[in-house]
């Protein structure tokens, strides 16, 4: 059975500062891995996927994400935090063949401050 | 590309009433999703379709519950006597294929309210 857990239901940063949402997954088989963002009263909108392909993934909006086989984990990170990154972030995962079918994490609040 | 609709956006009735949602998918995608999210928490995987066909039910989608796709097209979810404990958000996705490379759009959701 497929797992997430992400450390740190709220994280708070200062416009600018460097931004680290971590993830951890458990998975029997060699999973795909997603971030997703939410904004209230909103769907999901996908910030990245890991595909087993290269383990650095880069996606939208400037977030990128690496993937350690040995340490399960896929935390995603910014550089910078703008105040339009305020919003909630999932991480999920998934297992071949389905790949559509996702476990996700409870998620993390991202609190961006002037 | 329209995005996936859902309809209504906001539902609030009284328990033991039963609601009807609708998902709207991309329209070339073929397969569909229904998700479960409630407060604090990120979306329970309910059920899914590809085309016409249910291929998988969660244990959260008790006898109350039940999904169609008629047609491979739109969606319903139906809840029966509805329980404070069905008060959630309910999602839609759809996606083409369940390849790796063909993601999931989701819709806005929608909120139900049990009073």
């Known amino acids: 059975a497929q797992s997430v857990t992400q450390l740190g239901s709220h994280v708070s940063v200062s416009e600018g500062a460097l931004v680290l949402l971590r993830c951890n997954y458990s998975?029997?088989?060699?999973?795909?891995l997603f971030w997703y963002v939410q904004y209230p009263n909103q769907g999901l909108q996908l910030l990245l996927k890991?595909?087993?392909?290269?383990?650095l993934v880069k996606g939208i909006n400037g977030f990128e994400a690496e993937f350690k086989k040995s340490e399960t984990s896929f935390h995603l990170t910014k550089p910078s935090a703008h105040m339009s990154d305020a919003a909630e972030y999932f991480c999920?995962?998934?297992?071949?063949?389905?790949?559509?079918?996702?476990?996700f994490g409870d998620g993390t609040t991202l609190t961006v401050k002037p | 590309d329209t995005g996936v609709s859902q309809d209504p956006r906001h539902k609030i009735t009284k328990r033991g009433q039963n609601v009807t949602f609708r998902c709207d998918p991309i329209?070339?995608?073929?397969?569909l999703y229904w998700y479960r999210q409630t407060l604090g928490q990120g979306p329970e995987f309910l059920t899914y379709?590809?085309?016409?066909?249910?291929?998988?039910k969660s244990r959260l989608l008790s006898d109350r519950f039940s999904a169609e796709r008629p047609k491979g097209s739109f969606s319903t979810l139906e809840i029966q006597r509805t329980e404070q404990g069905d008060s959630a958000m309910y999602l839609c996705?759809?996606?083409?294929?369940?390849?790796?490379?063909?993601?999931?759009?989701f819709g806005d959701g929608t909120r139900l309210s049990i009073l």
């Open positions: 996705a759809s996606s083409l294929g369940s390849e790796i490379n063909q993601p999931q759009h």
């Open positions: 998975s029997s088989v060699p999973p795909y």
């Open positions: 890991y595909t087993s392909a290269a383990t």
């Open positions: 999920a995962v998934s297992e071949y063949p389905n790949a559509g079918k996702s476990t």
């Open positions: 329209s070339e995608h073929n397969r």
């Open positions: 379709f590809q085309n016409e066909a249910q291929l998988e």
